[in-house]
Every structure is written in structure tokens, then in C-alpha cells.
């Protein structure tokens, strides 16, 4: 389990793609005896090469590790690391293969009651939602991770605030929008989890932008995309790019 731990904290935390790769991958070679722990590292292993830009080994590795995770029965755990492969998925600008991942397994997991698993897979539903144009949807998710989010629980409360920003400030809500963006900006700004931090300002520049404020919104995408290279996620950092020359040229 610490070596679970490990992966967890290089994955989420700031050290860098590449060196989280060179520490984690040889876990998964290892002949690590707990298969259950594993196939779970190889889930978030496979995420970290989707940082790093390389989405199809990212996909084999993840379906490998799963096929490893369905042999053992192990339903809750199984159903979590869609997860994964709908983070690779939407670091690959694959929406709907995101959704297609993540909801069999979050209507599983709403079956099971499984309501501590929620939040991360609502969460996740949502972005895929948002992202294909299907804004109405995507609230009603954001509202039910709301629902089932610890307050404690920085990630979920940081992603739905993000997620329903935009699409408030494309109903025209732009105040409540902004309010909430910030919140979220703030509370990622508290926590040690380069990603988080980043994804709260891609979701802060795009209500800036909508609001007509597009110094702000450029340089809250600046911020993004500088938090991004030093993580060396590659892919966030070229999705944050091709968003802020979107901005320029809206101009």
C-alpha cells in the first residue's frame, strides 16, 4: 500500500511527470504480489503517460490493468478507475469517449450507494457533459456532486465550483459565476496540487472572458499554463495554450 500511496502523491502533488514516471513505473514490472494494488497504480501510472502526451500507451495500460482488476472481482475498485481513463480521455480532447468511460461506472457506483465515490466520477461525468455542449446536463451534475461532496474534500469542492462557473456565466449569471470561480481558484491556491490549481484558473479565464474581461482572462490562462510546464503536463499545458490563442484572437 505505501507504494499506492507514493504513486498517489507524485501523480497529484508537483513533482514532475517525467520523474513521477521514472519512480512509479517500476512498480508495475515489479511482480508486486497484491494484484488488487497493482492494477490500481497502473491506472494512475496510465494517466501520468497521458501527461505526458502519450495517449495511446496510456490507453493500453489502463485497459491492462483493468482487465487485471475484472479478474479479481473487485467491483468497487473496478468501477472507481474509470476515473482514470476518463482523465485520459479529456487530456486527450476525447469527450465523448470520457463519458462513454465514466457512466456505466458512476450508475454503478449510484446503485451501490457508494456515495464517498461520487464525487470524483460525478465530477469527471461533468467536465465530459460540459464539453460536448450539453450545459443543462452538466449542472444537474454538478449539483449532485455538491450534494454528496465533504466539505473537506478539496478536490470535489474545487471541481464542481469550477465546472458550473462557465456554464452560469454563459446563462448570463455572470456575478455568481465569477463568485464562484474564485472560491474555487482560492481554494485550489491552498493546496499543494498542480492540476487543481491549474484547472481552477482555465475555469477562472473562461468566465473572465465571457464577462468581456480579456487582460484578466489572459493572464489567469498565463497562470495556468506556467503551472502546467512546471508540472510537465504536457497536455494540459497545450490544451491551456490553444485556449489562450483563442482568447487573443477573439480579440
Request: hydrophobic share 45%; net charge neutral; proline share 2%.
Amino acid at each position: 500500500m505505501r507504494a499506492l500511496g507514493l504513486t498517489f502523491n507524485v501523480l497529484y502533488g508537483p513533482t514532475s511527470v517525467r520523474q513521477a514516471l521514472q519512480q512509479c513505473e517500476g512498480f508495475v514490472t515489479d511482480g508486486m504480489r497484491d494484484r488488487l494494488v497493482q492494477g490500481l497504480i497502473t491506472c494512475k501510472v496510465a494517466q501520468l503517460r497521458a501527461m505526458n502526451g502519450d495517449f495511446a500507451s496510456a490507453r493500453t495500460m489502463y485497459y491492462q490493468a483493468r482487465g487485471l482488476l475484472d479478474d479479481l472481482g473487485q467491483s468497487v475498485h473496478v468501477a472507481t478507475t474509470s476515473f482514470d481513463l476518463g482523465m485520459i480521455e479529456l487530456l486527450a480532447g476525447d469527450a465523448v469517449a470520457a463519458e462513454r468511460a465514466v457512466r456505466p461506472d458512476y450508475e454503478t457506483l449510484l446503485a451501490m450507494g457508494a456515495k464517498y465515490l461520487l464525487a470524483g466520477m460525478g465530477s469527471i461525468l461533468a467536465r465530459a457533459v460540459r464539453a460536448q455542449g450539453r450545459d443543462d446536463e452538466a449542472l444537474e451534475l454538478t449539483k449532485a456532486v455538491e450534494a454528496v461532496a465533504s466539505e473537506d474534500d478539496v478536490d470535489a469542492q474545487v471541481l464542481w465550483r469550477g465546472i458550473r462557473a462557465p456554464i452560469l456565466a454563459r446563462s448570463g449569471q455572470i456575478a455568481e459565476a465569477e463568485a464562484i470561480a474564485r472560491v474555487a481558484h482560492e481554494r485550489a491556491s491552498q493546496t499543494e496540487m498542480p492540476n487543481l490549481r491549474g484547472f481552477a484558473l482555465t475555469e477562472l479565464a473562461s468566465v473572465l472572458q465571457l464577462a468581456g474581461r480579456l487582460d484578466e482572462a489572459r493572464a489567469a490562462m498565463n497562470d495556468a499554463i506556467a503551472i502546467y510546464s512546471r508540472k510537465g503536463d504536457v497536455a494540459s499545458e497545450r490544451r491551456a495554450t490553444r485556449l489562450l490563442a483563442m482568447m487573443t484572437r477573439s480579440v
